[in-house]
């Protein structure tokens, strides 16, 4: 899931190769990206392309070999020089005369000539993982023959043609393995394997030793540089060793940045820091540019507070509009802003709040859910793990921010990727920072295979650890509910069991439903208010603010014809959110259909019935207002299935329905149901927002 699209795509052709590709941004100083070996094709840059971009003209093309290039023949065609000649080529065609050019690993190889045999276009040169041959490479005794018939199949042995053809993929594993030695780093591994599976074991066998290059031409290329250079190495890197990035950083009178405890390609696995590397190291060498800025003395800064909102549930971005409220009712003077995504920037402005002119340069996690999605289904951990670009993007929006603008407080519900690079970048917090939610962990389903239970387990297992270590980051942890409402269970094999662990380590509000004081003491009143007849059956179906349940509008309006012979004076009305096409639903002229409706919960509160998609405020909701629902949570959903249904079950809510067995028959017959059932749940201590709004108040 990318965070952003190019601003320009394009091919170059030389000597009959077409090398594809892309510019993002449109800044006064270049940087080239330049890509790494045929392995990975320029998505390997990913991290660097979403951020720079917002500052810099970002280049980058798909290296010979992977991605959209082609896949030429025969060694020669993956001679460095060859990379070298379409980096010039690629600068060329996007009109960059000169530019800060970045390398990762075999890259710096091609970067070296570059910056030697072209150096009026190199304006300076940052070398990350640099295997250039200027100290001993790593001791391999496993190893044998490259092209010989390989005698074992253990660790770098794999590093043999004929394995390549044997076990292609069982390589690549290995070799991300060794990339990204760091403790949870399999995210990155998968993607690296998916992404060289996208090339051949014939093509990546043409590219190797293509580069020959002693130690003595390396420095003679070194001395013909005239830019300065950046250094990063980490200080564990199984692929290449720290000692080449210290001589290389010696020979070209550069600056060395040595990782401490980090492997291969820093890039990716410590996107924040080595972006922000590499924006000082451009600062400092492009030609001066005049800057205006304006300092307050803290005694004169009024009290502001950036609230993030969660990023596809509207429900969520409703109980921060209560918690928003409270605050200023505790605190007059202070100003809350909102950094937020489509489509809970689109709700917010609605209420008349004031949104920072930086949420326009946020992706919508709305649009990568729905790119994931299936026919009412969600693997939502799937697509949490693959919008980590998406995340990185937030948050370096976020830490530019704040090193601009001086904020007392920033919240944050539910931004997973906000709270996990603070917990790994804790010196960039300068502010305090509460952290809101109503979920802990990750649980597999019952059904879920034991990669997707390690998995799970390992992104537990994360979490706890830097908690534990960095306890400082969080000012308040917020728990939106009472300790039961987490399920009695275990973060995985050998983690500790998930309500004992967070007993001591959230603030526990109680359920926050979004109702005013008085708000469900007349129903009566409240559905004259909203336009509902005292002798019509009203039901509400509502799928929340993304088009995930698109299709549960469509099998409750298939239904209403049976719907309508059992339940006679039946009325529904259609809350289909702000991301769905009204005019491209079937549905019959007597139904009503909504967009965007700013008081649901009103709406849910004055119905008779309620068909829903799962979403946990929205269930909350209607267990506060005392109606009965049909809900039908997403298939693979994990949340839903897990976190929301136990919550459903403790407060003595339905259970759900399953979207493959509604018929309209059976979804008629769900309806009738609840219309027929005195709805008696366990109902939560009502001062929730109090305590909610309290807490984060001691912070200001």
């Known amino acids: 899931m990318r965070a952003r699209v190019a601003d320009v795509q394009g091919f170059v052709e030389r000597d009959g190769v077409r090398v594809f590709y892309e510019v993002y941004g449109s800044g006064p100083v270049a940087v080239l990206v330049l890509p790494t070996w045929s392995v990975l094709h320029s998505a390997h840059?990913?991290?660097?392309?979403?951020?720079?971009?917002?500052?810099?003209?970002?280049?980058?093309?798909?290296?010979?070999?992977?991605?959209?290039?082609?896949?030429?023949?025969?060694?020669?065609?993956?001679?460095?020089?060859?990379?070298?000649?379409?980096?010039?080529?690629?600068?060329?065609?996007?009109?960059?005369?000169?530019?800060?050019?970045?390398?990762?690993?075999?890259?710096?190889?091609?970067?070296?000539?570059?910056?030697?045999?072209?150096?009026?276009?190199?304006?300076?040169?940052?070398?990350?993982?640099?295997?250039?041959?200027?100290?001993?490479?790593?001791?391999?005794?496993?190893?044998?023959?490259?092209?010989?018939?390989?005698?074992?199949?253990?660790?770098?042995?794999?590093?043999?043609?004929?394995?390549?053809?044997?076990?292609?993929?069982?390589?690549?594993?290995?070799?991300?393995?060794?990339?990204?030695?760091?403790?949870?780093?399999?995210?990155?591994?998968?993607?690296?394997?998916?992404?060289?599976?996208?090339?051949?074991?014939?093509?990546?066998?043409?590219?190797?030793?293509?580069?020959?290059?002693?130690?003595?031409?390396?420095?003679?290329?070194?001395?013909?540089?005239?830019?300065?250079?950046?250094?990063?190495?980490?200080?564990?890197?199984?692929?290449?060793?720290?000692?080449?990035?210290?001589?290389?950083?010696?020979?070209?009178?550069?600056?060395?940045?040595?990782?401490?405890?980090?492997?291969?390609?820093?890039?990716?696995?410590?996107?924040?820091?080595?972006?922000?590397?590499?924006?000082?190291?451009?600062?400092?060498?492009?030609?001066?540019?005049?800057?205006?800025?304006?300092?307050?003395?803290?005694?004169?800064?009024?009290?502001?507070?950036?609230?993030?909102?969660?990023?596809?549930?509207?429900?969520?971005?409703?109980?921060?509009?209560?918690?928003?409220?409270?605050?200023?009712?505790?605190?007059?003077?202070?100003?809350?802003e909102w950094l937020a995504s489509e489509p809970a920037r689109t709700m917010l402005a609605a209420h008349g709040e004031a949104i920072h002119?930086?949420?326009?340069?946020?992706?919508?996690?709305?649009?990568?859910?729905?790119?994931?999605?299936?026919?009412?289904?969600?693997?939502?951990?799937?697509?949490?793990?693959?919008?980590?670009?998406?995340?990185?993007?937030?948050?370096?929006?976020?830490?530019?921010?704040?090193?601009?603008?001086?904020?007392?407080?920033?919240?944050?519900?539910?931004?997973?990727?906000?709270?996990?690079?603070?917990?790994?970048?804790?010196?960039?917090?300068?502010?305090?920072y509460a952290w809101i939610t109503d979920v802990v962990g990750w649980l597999p389903g019952r059904d879920a295979d034991d990669r997707r239970r390690y998995l799970m387990a390992d992104a537990n297992a994360e979490m706890i650890e830097q908690v534990e270590r960095y306890p400082r980051v969080r000012d308040r942890a917020l728990f939106l509910g009472e300790l039961e409402d987490l399920p009695d269970r275990c973060f995985g094999p050998g983690l500790p069991n998930i309500r004992e662990w967070a007993r001591h380590r959230f603030t526990w509000t109680g359920q926050i439903s979004g109702f005013e004081p008085g708000e469900l003491e007349d129903r009566d009143k409240l559905r004259r208010r909203l336009g509902y007849a005292r002798d019509e059956r009203v039901c509400i179906v509502a799928v929340g603010g993304t088009a995930l349940a698109r299709g549960l509008i469509e099998r409750c309006t298939e239904a209403v014809s049976a719907l309508e012979t059992r339940v006679a004076d039946i009325r529904m009305v259609v809350a289909a959110g702000p991301r769905i096409d009204r005019a491209g639903l079937r549905v019959p002229g007597h139904v009503d259909v909504h967009g965007y409706l700013p008081n649901l919960h009103l709406h849910l509160a004055a119905s008779d019935v309620a068909v829903v998609a799962g979403g946990g405020t929205t269930i909350l909701e209607l267990l506060t207002a005392g109606r009965p629902f049909v809900w039908v949570p997403l298939r693979r959903h994990t949340i839903q299935r897990e976190h929301v249904a136990h919550r459903v079950q403790r407060h003595g809510g339905p259970s759900p329905t399953e979207y493959g067995e509604l018929t309209a028959e059976a979804l008629a017959s769900a309806v009738e149901t609840q219309l027929n059932t005195i709805a008696r749940y366990r109902h939560a201590p009502p001062d929730g927002l109090n305590r909610a709004a309290d807490s984060l108040a001691e912070l200001l």
Not at 81 to 108: K, N, P
């Open 45 to 336: 840059g990913r991290f660097q392309l979403v951020d720079l971009s917002r500052h810099y003209k970002v280049v980058t093309f798909d290296g010979r070999g992977n991605g959209r290039s082609d896949r030429p023949i025969g060694r020669t065609a993956y001679a460095g020089e060859e990379f070298v000649r379409d980096a010039v080529a690629v600068l060329d065609a996007t009109g960059t005369e000169r530019a800060v050019v970045v390398a990762c690993s075999t890259a710096t190889f091609w970067l070296l000539r570059l910056a030697a045999e072209y150096p009026d276009r190199v304006l300076g040169a940052v070398a990350t993982g640099t295997n250039l041959p200027l100290a001993p490479a790593h001791e391999r005794p496993e190893m044998g023959p490259f092209h010989e018939p390989y005698r074992s199949t253990q660790g770098w042995a794999k590093l043999n043609a004929d394995y390549w053809r044997t076990d292609y993929e069982g390589f690549l594993r290995f070799f991300f393995s060794q990339v990204w030695t760091e403790p949870h780093s399999d995210h990155l591994i998968d993607t690296c394997t998916a992404w060289g599976l996208e090339t051949t074991p014939e093509t990546l066998i043409d590219t190797v030793g293509t580069n020959p290059m002693t130690a003595e031409q390396a420095i003679e290329l070194i001395d013909r540089t005239r830019c300065p250079w950046l250094v990063v190495h980490g200080d564990g890197d199984e692929v290449v060793p720290h000692a080449r990035a210290e001589r290389l950083a010696e020979e070209a009178k550069g600056s060395l940045v040595t990782l401490a405890g980090a492997g291969h390609c820093s890039g990716n696995r410590d996107p924040v820091r080595f972006n922000l590397l590499i924006r000082e190291f451009v600062e400092e060498i492009v030609p001066w540019r005049p800057k205006h800025r304006t300092w307050t003395r803290a005694q004169a800064r009024p009290r502001r507070v950036l609230m993030m909102p969660g990023a596809a549930g509207l429900g969520t971005v409703r109980r921060d509009l209560k918690i928003a409220d409270a605050l200023r009712r505790r605190r007059p003077s202070v100003q809350v």
């Open 357 to 432: 002119p930086a949420s326009a340069d946020l992706p919508s996690l709305a649009d990568h859910f729905e790119q994931a999605a299936g026919h009412h289904e969600l693997d939502d951990f799937a697509a949490w793990r693959d919008s980590d670009e998406v995340q990185f993007l937030d948050f370096m929006i976020l830490n530019d921010l704040v090193s601009d603008e001086a904020f007392d407080l920033v919240v944050a519900d539910y931004a997973f990727g906000i709270d996990n690079y603070l917990h790994e970048n804790p010196e960039l917090k300068r502010f305090a």
